[in-house]
């Protein structure tokens, strides 16, 4: 087990890609890292938590090109969602910065030249994919084929995400690309490549003489080490949203070399954006990674290589956790288990999910289930009924009774030993990330309380032995305070609400004792509530992709059109009124979102089997429900909820209240979506309702 000293920590998770949204899997990582950082910083250690967007790749600029807006725009619009959504799960980063920063481009060309001074980066020419179409080298995100590993489809040039094997663009098996569509051609091309090769000796033994790396991660990767490393491709052909290499006037580092870098340069921002004391600072700290097995090839073998030949000091651990299922399998949007950060916020009591999360988190890489009616059954009866109620019973009974003034403490020395045990049991836990073994002894120590309490029976025996009592309830007020204490790395806002119940201020770990006494509490209050069982959402709605083959005015309304439209497997017709906001190119060919379950209707002696839905701000603007993949007859999934079936009349698109947020389609709190695709909305801002 480590012991931290007060030699400076620097405590990172992965770079979260700034192509879209923080989803619950993420939280996974963020969340048993800030649990960590505060359990170091509440018992005084200097620790410093970083992390940054990371911005920068092929996959940004297909997300900005989807968009229709800069990478630039991209990256800073998501940074700014990111930030919401950790703030939101009480995540409290010293420095959030983002690799597209001088910062990071400093540093990733002072580790360039320091290694190519050294002989550990060369240049050779190498088959690059080539799309003779669009007349452009390919990187490894604009191609796709089958992996050589596992035969899984539909991966990436870079890495399977089936197996997680490390690629290049020419190993898959029936390239093609993205762009196009098209297979690729080979053409050769200079590229820039780090000798991992000629580090297998040094990184061996760094995973070997470093006892607190996981065993089973520290075989897996000896494992590639002695199947034989290769040589790292670390450059790709522009254009490329990247930094450039020096000297180079259409080659830019691989966003897998700037990337990990950026946990330095987000440090640089923690140090008031001064690079050297960022080096310096890193080089004499240690230095703690937190990341996902999915990466476990770059940060155990690509980074520590760059780091121990450009001088720096390598991490003295790297945490490593699974993935996260929901109800026991794959998140999905179709059964609608994938839940971005912001929509499981907009349900449920973030805290709630930490405390989870909490439970079945270890330093282990096993993957964590987020079982929905045993999160209920978790929330209720084990932080609600257990923790949060013995909180509020001793406390409220306190006050009604003694004013909320602490007395003496009752003598139990038994009681107060077997907490202390577990409150030092609770510090080993966190110090070893085995956030599992702290919640059972929190909820230990609550168990232990609530017995004292309903053995006692205060409210049985206040009139016959009073000063007992009142010493009963200083005990179990001074139990409270070690729950504040002890749970306050995982539940920050509950502990923070009972340090002012307790009217204690800001507790630390060294106020783990049974010595406040002589002392008034505030006003108690239930801090965390039941979560109750949902009522099954229904959508009445049956919405569905459909495409417009042809657009003619009505003849006897100057404000409507009548559309020819392909649902799939049949044709229909209908009555839009949008004459003054869409000319006639303008709907040629563009993909809608139609509610196909709507009663038929004749508009001004033309028959509408159906209607088309568009947002519709409060100025009168009017943008269209639309989507670029999904195929005509495509139904719309409403976060898992079934389409509804029965005929409806033109009320009920009213009544669903739908409406637009970021450019999305939203039922409730669902967004809307054909398969994996979000239901965007044209022109009109959010909030706008959608009719």
């Known amino acids: 087990m480590v012991k931290f000293t007060k030699k400076q920590l620097i405590i990172t998770s992965a770079l979260p890609y700034a192509n879209g949204p923080i989803h619950i899997g993420h939280l996974v990582e963020y969340i048993q890292t800030d649990i960590f950082v505060r359990f170091l910083k509440l018992k005084g250690e200097d620790a410093v938590y970083c992390c940054a967007d990371d911005t920068h790749g092929t996959a940004i ?3 900005a090109h989807e968009l229709s807006i800069t990478p630039e725009e991209l990256i800073t619009k998501v940074h700014k969602e990111h930030l919401r959504d950790f703030t939101r799960f009480h995540i409290s980063f010293d420095s959030y910065y983002s690799t597209n920063s001088e910062e990071t481009k400093a540093l990733a060309d002072r580790m360039f030249h320091t290694l190519k001074d050294k002989g550990f980066i060369y240049t050779k020419d190498v088959e690059t994919f080539y799309d003779e179409e669009v007349q452009r080298f390919l990187p490894d995100r604009y191609v796709k084929g089958e992996c050589p590993k596992c035969a899984a489809i539909d991966q990436y040039g870079d890495v399977c995400e089936k197996c997680n094997a490390s690629l290049r663009t020419t190993d898959l098996i029936n390239p093609y690309s993205v762009i196009s569509g098209k297979t690729p051609v080979l053409r050769r091309s200079k590229h820039y490549f780090f000798r991992l090769s000629d580090c297998s000796e040094k990184i061996e033994h760094w995973l070997t003489s470093n006892n607190t790396l996981q065993p089973e991660i520290v075989n897996y990767v000896r494992n590639w080490i002695t199947e034989g490393l290769q040589d790292w491709d670390i450059s790709r052909d522009g254009p490329y949203f990247g930094f450039r290499i020096p000297g180079e006037d259409n080659k830019y580092y691989y966003v897998w070399l700037d990337a990990p870098i950026g946990y330095i340069s987000s440090y640089a921002n923690y140090c008031k954006n001064d690079v050297q004391k960022a080096i310096d600072g890193w080089n004499h ?5 937190f990341i996902g097995k999915d990466i476990i090839y770059f940060h155990f073998l690509f980074w520590p290589a760059m780091l121990m030949e450009a001088g720096f000091t390598l991490p003295e651990q790297l945490v490593v956790h699974g993935f996260l299922t929901v109800n026991g399998e794959k998140m999905s949007k179709s059964r609608g288990t994938f839940l971005t950060a912001a929509e499981f916020a907009d349900k449920y009591n973030p805290e709630c999910l930490r405390f989870y999360y909490a439970k079945m988190l270890s330093k282990k890489m096993a993957d964590i289930d987020l079982d929905f009616n045993d999160f209920r059954g978790t929330t209720n009866n084990e932080l609600v009924a257990n923790v949060g109620n013995f909180c509020y019973r001793a406390l409220s009974f306190l006050k ?10 009752a003598d139990n020395r038994a009681l107060k030993q077997a907490i202390l045990g577990k409150a030092r049991a609770i510090a080993d836990a966190y110090e070893d990330c085995n956030t599992a073994a702290a919640v059972k002894d929190i909820l230990a120590i609550s168990q232990i309380g609530n017995r004292y309490f309903q053995e006692e029976e205060p409210w049985k025996h206040l009139s016959t032995n009073r000063k007992k009592m009142h010493d009963v309830l200083g005990l179990a007020a001074n139990i409270a305070k070690i729950i504040a204490i002890t749970a306050k790395p995982i539940l920050p806002r509950f502990s923070e609400g009972l340090e002012k119940q307790l009217n204690l201020g800001s507790l630390a770990w060294d106020g783990l004792h049974f010595e406040t006494t002589e002392h008034t509490i505030g006003e108690p209050a239930i801090l965390i509530g039941k979560m109750e069982e949902k009522k099954k959402e229904t959508f009445p ?5 459909a495409q417009v083959v042809e657009v003619k005015e009505h003849p006897e309304a100057d404000k409507l059109y009548v559309l020819q439209i392909d649902a799939g497997n049949e044709k229909r017709q209908l009555v839009a009124g949008l004459r003054e906001h869409y000319a006639k190119e303008q709907l040629q060919g563009k993909k809608i979102i139609i509610v196909a379950n ?15 839905l568009a947002g519709v701000s409060k100025d009168g603007q009017v943008g269209l429900l639309t989507i670029n993949d999904a195929k005509p007859g495509t139904l719309i999934n409403a976060g898992g909820l079934a389409p509804g079936t029965s005929q409806v009349r033109i009320e009920a698109v009213a009544e669903a209240k739908l409406t637009v947020k970021e450019g999305r389609a939203l039922f409730k709190c669902h967004t809307l979506r054909a398969g994996n695709e979000t239901v965007r909305v044209e022109k009109v801002e959010d909030g706008a309702e959608i009719h």
Do not use: C, T, Y
């Open 400 to 409: 009604k009774n003694f004013d909320g003034r602490i007395g003496s403490v």
């Open 541 to 545: 709605l049956q919405l569905m992709v």
């Open 598 to 612: 709507l009663k038929p209707a004749k508009l001004r002696g033309i028959l509408s089997e159906g209607m088309l």
């Open 61 to 63: 600029e297909l997300k």
């Open 285 to 289: 700290a240690r230095i703690i990674h």
